[in-house]
T-cell receptor, first 116, second 115 residues
Framework: GAVVSQHPSWVICKSGTSVKIECRSL??????MFWYRQFPKQSLMLMAT?????????EQGVEKDKFLINHASLTLSTLTVTSAHPEDSSFYIC????????????FGDGTRLSIL | AQTVTQSQPEMSVQEAETVTLSCTYDTSESDYYLFWYKQPPSRQMILVIR????KQQNATENRFSVNFQKAAKSFSLKISDSQLGDAAMYFCAYISMDSNYQLIWGAGTKLIIKP
C-alpha cells in the first residue's frame, strides 16, 4: 500500500519551455502533498506544501511564479516549472501524506529535469 | 532552530554483519516523531522505520531496529544481517509542532555493503 507515482521520471527540454511534473497517490487519499528538490549528494530541500483545494505554501526563497503547484484532487498534485532555465536543472521529488502530520510521507520515484 | 545531525557521511559493513547509523536531533518538544528513510541508487525515498517519541519501546521492522534515547536526543538505526540490497543513502528525519509540521532532514549517511 501507500504507492505514489511520479511522472515523468526524466525530462530534457530547451531553456524557456515549461515542464509539468505529476504526482499521484494510487491507493490512498493524499490530504497533503510535498514537493522537494534534491541537489547531488545532498538531502531533500522542501520547496512547497500543498493541501487539496488550497493554495500551496512555498518555502522561503522558492519563486511561486516559477514553480506552480496545483493540488486539484486528493490523488493528484502537479508542479509546473515555468520558463525553465539551466539553473532549474535538478532532481525533483514529490511525497504524499494521507493523514495527520505524524503519519509517514510516501515518496514518488522522482523526476530528473535537465534544461539545455 | 530544529536540527537533525548525522555525523557519519559514510559507513561500510561486511555483508551479513550488523551496522549502526547514528542520528541526533535538537528539540524542546516532548511530542514528536522520528523516521529513517533509505534512498537507493534508484533515488526513490523508502520509509524504513518510524518512532513515536511518547513510546519508550524501540521500533523494529524485521532486520531494522532503532535505539531511541529520548533524554540524549539520539535515534540510531541498527541494520542486522546486512544485505547487498541495503546499500543506499540513509536519512534520519524529525517532525513536530516546532518544525511547523514539516520533516527536518539529516544530511544522510551513505551505507556501503562489502560482499
Amino acid at each position: 500500500g501507500a504507492v505514489v507515482s511520479q511522472h515523468p521520471s526524466w525530462v530534457i527540454c530547451k531553456s524557456g519551455t515549461s515542464v509539468k511534473i505529476e504526482c499521484r497517490s494510487l491507493d490512498f487519499q493524499a490530504t497533503t502533498m510535498f514537493w522537494y528538490r534534491q541537489f547531488p549528494k545532498q538531502s531533500l530541500m522542501l520547496m512547497a506544501t500543498s493541501n487539496e483545494g488550497s493554495k500551496a505554501t512555498y518555502e522561503q526563497g522558492v519563486e511561486k511564479d516559477k514553480f506552480l503547484i496545483n493540488h486539484a484532487s486528493l490523488t493528484l498534485s502537479t508542479l509546473t516549472v515555468t520558463s525553465a532555465h539551466p539553473e532549474d536543472s535538478s532532481f525533483y521529488i514529490c511525497s504524499a501524506r494521507g493523514g495527520a502530520f505524524y503519519q509517514p510521507q510516501h515518496f514518488g520515484d522522482g523526476t530528473r529535469l535537465s534544461i539545455l | 532552530a530544529q536540527t537533525v545531525t548525522q555525523s557519519q557521511p559514510e559507513m561500510s559493513v561486511q555483508e551479513a554483519e550488523t551496522v549502526t547509523l547514528s542520528c541526533t536531533y535538537d528539540t524542546s518538544e516532548s511530542d514528536y516523531y522520528l523516521f529513517w528513510y533509505k534512498q537507493p541508487p534508484s533515488r526513490q525515498m523508502i520509509l524504513v522505520i518510524r518512532q513515536e517519541a511518547y513510546k519508550q519501546q524501540n521500533a523494529t521492522e524485521n532486520r531494522f531496529s532503532v535505539n531511541f534515547q529520548k533524554a540524549a536526543k539520539s535515534f540510531s538505526l541498527k541494520i542486522s544481517d546486512s544485505q547487498l540490497g541495503d546499500a543506499a543513502m540513509y536519512f534520519c528525519a524529525y517532525i513536530s509542532m516546532d518544525s511547523n509540521y514539516q520533516l527536518i532532514w539529516g544530511a544522510g549517511t551513505k551505507l556501503i555493503i562489502k560482499p
